[in-house]
């Protein structure tokens, strides 16, 4: 079997798309791996995660954060799309109207009910070897927060800590626990019935 390309890649997406089948697509070794649709905890984590950091780096004109649509050419050819991701303004001027050709600084992985931790720290880890500055591996089944950084051993964070990453957004900070979806309250529920 040939090795696929990016371009292999992009006419197998219009392909599905044009099939109505909603599908992420990555390259890796020239393979096209395919990833279904995620469970809502770890979709509705990543939607947090992504407003926590988008309220606080937007107004500071930080950089750009993007969810698990969006795709990354690595150094190595391989096509990446990471949950969430972070890139610096110095680094992306402009998004371009196609793949990011870079490692983004931030990369986060969030474990959805099927996946496997080990293949989930193998490709944070890639991430930081390629160049990624910050990588997470967020643990919804064990409500922790894992920090990997090119140096050092990995941090896990727990409820009751705060996560932090004073590399990328100083001062900007987030309890573990406002990652978890809430659980609403019948006076919540009823509430909001009376509002449709």
């Keep these: 079997m040939s090795m696929m390309t990016v371009k292999d890649l992009e006419q197998v997406q219009t392909a599905f ?3 109505g089948l909603d599908y992420q697509l990555e390259l890796e070794n020239g393979k096209i791996s395919i990833m279904g649709p995620s469970d809502i ?36 050819t391989n096509l990446k799309a990471p949950d969430v991701s972070f890139v610096r303004a110095s680094r992306l001027l402009q998004s371009p109207r196609y793949f990011g050709e870079l490692v983004p600084d931030l990369v986060v ?3 959805s009910q099927s996946d496997k931790i080990k293949l989930i720290v193998a490709k944070i880890l890639k991430f930081i070897e390629l ?3 910050i990588g997470i591996l967020i643990d919804p089944d064990e409500e922790t927060v894992t920090i990997y950084r090119s140096t050092g051993e990995p941090t896990v ?23 978890w979806p809430p659980i609403f309250t019948e006076e919540e529920t009823q509430f909001s019935e009376g509002c449709w």
């Design 17 to 19: 798309t044009e099939a």
């Design 41 to 76: 905890v770890s979709s509705e984590i990543s939607s947090r995660l992504i407003a926590f950091l988008f309220a606080w780096i937007n107004p500071r004109r930080w950089g750009r954060v993007f969810d698990s649509a969006g795709g990354f050419i690595m150094p190595d």
């Design 109 to 111: 992985e969030i474990k």
């Design 131 to 133: 160049g990624a500055i």
């Design 157 to 179: 964070l727990e409820n009751g800590e705060i996560l932090t990453i004073p590399e990328l957004f100083p001062g900007w900070e987030l309890p573990v626990t406002e990652l």
